[in-house]
């Protein structure tokens, strides 16, 4: 057998594997397929009427809705900034893919006990640990489940108090007279 017949059958041969492969994929298109995580938590913002944030060496954070808004109540009072309390309402939409029972971790070890963080969103209490060395994720334990999630929050809620208030009209456009 001459070089260009083996050619032609090694190259038969690979149409054969591929083919196979091909349908192979498509009578199979489910398996392989991973299922997506449940969402975090089961209550919509649209549910929510009060959010509390303790922060152990800061101020706790109060927020309540009112009449459709949302207002700081602790430490300071006044409307809340909506483009801070976004991420924070959107809570419910993370999925977590990798959890674990809370009985099969430590718990001090992942500094969940106590916590360095804890968001009481609504009846839900979520608190929050120590971040992987990893990847950067933190461990949030939610009921008798700890998930292992992307740090989104956790900067946001260790910022100062201050900065949860919407801007006022006086702090956007400050008096031109006041500036001589």
């Known amino acids: 057998m001459n070089a260009l017949a083996r050619r032609r059958w090694l190259n038969l041969g690979l149409l054969v594997a591929v083919a196979g492969l091909a349908t192979l994929a498509l009578l199979e298109p489910e398996r392989g397929r991973f299922a997506e995580p449940a969402p975090l938590l089961e209550i919509a913002p649209e549910q929510l009427e009060r959010i509390a944030v303790e922060r152990p060496g800061q101020e706790a954070l109060a927020f309540e809705r009112r009449e459709g808004r949302w207002w700081l109540t602790a ?89 949860f208030l919407a801007p006022s009209i006086e702090t956007l456009f400050p008096d031109p007279k006041s500036a001589r």
């Open 75 to 163: 430490p300071l009072r006044g409307p809340a900034n909506p483009a801070l309390l976004e991420p924070l309402l959107r809570l419910h939409e993370n999925r977590c893919p990798l959890r674990y029972p809370v009985a099969e971790v430590d718990l001090k070890a992942l500094r969940l006990d106590p916590p360095t963080l804890r968001l009481r969103w609504g009846e839900q209490d979520i608190r929050f640990g120590a971040t992987a060395p990893t990847d950067g994720q933190r461990y949030l334990q939610i009921g008798a489940t700890v998930y292992l999630c992307p740090d989104q929050l956790y900067p946001l809620l260790t910022s100062s108090a201050g900065g």
